[in-house]
């Protein structure tokens, strides 16, 4: 009869597991985090992405892009999208 099949759930939290401290998940869920920040306040304010765009000095194409992506965003971008979202960006580092 064998072992029984792993669940998606049991799956996805093997994965989360053995994947969570890689940098590229780390950087990803900053990305990620950053990107609902940016949205959540747009929406506070009740700006359109031309809004947001403008008060960056970017066309609306370039920040609907930057909501589409995923982990490859430079920092210059994610400062410059917090900040015509009105929100200002700390990094802290900690040791491990």
């Known amino acids: 009869m064998g072992e029984p099949k792993e669940t998606a759930l049991e799956t996805f939290q093997r994965m989360y597991d053995e994947f969570k401290d890689t940098p590229e998940f780390v950087a990803y869920a900053i990305v990620s985090d950053l990107q609902d920040a940016v949205c959540d306040s747009q929406a506070a304010h009740d700006w359109t992405d031309e809004d947001v765009a ?43």
Not at 64 to 77: M, N, T
Not at 82 to 91: D, K
């Open 54 to 96: 403008a008060r960056a000095g970017k066309k609306a194409k370039r920040y609907r892009k930057f909501l589409r992506a995923d982990q490859r965003v430079s920092v210059v971008d994610l400062v410059r999208w917090c900040h015509a979202a009105g929100l200002r960006v700390e990094i802290t580092a900690v040791e491990c």
